[in-house]
């Protein structure tokens, strides 16, 4: 039995899960048709001086050409670095999602939500940017 605010069971699965949600996601990260590379472009623009809106189209708000081009400004403008991205994003996302259930509900409700993100279809076969 687990001591209030411990960790337990349901966080060591919790784990165990992302953990294996990451060496799946690992074994598939290859360049591929997507608009990926429009927002490694993009960031790239970002690191030399352009601004979203102004200086090029961007349909959405511009927090991800800024974060990507202060990842690509750190670890290099290459697909490979930004194919890591979504993969840790979605680990944090069921992190988050853990996180708001257990306190609603229970910590296995929690790990249960988690896992059930990552490994939707969705996550599993669209977070490739």
Known sequence: MKRPGGV????????????AFVFLKMLFIAPRFSDGNAYLYMARLVANGA????????????????VFAAVGSVFGFTWRVFSFLPIIFSAFDAVI???????KFTRLAGTVAALLYLFSFTVLATSDF
């Open 8 to 19: 337990g069971p349901a966080e060591y699965v919790l784990v165990l899960g992302i953990g």
């Open 51 to 66: 601004i979203p809106y102004r200086d090029f189209f961007f349909a959405s708000p511009p927090l991800i050409p800024y």
């Open 97 to 103: 999602i853990f996180l708001l259930v257990k306190d």
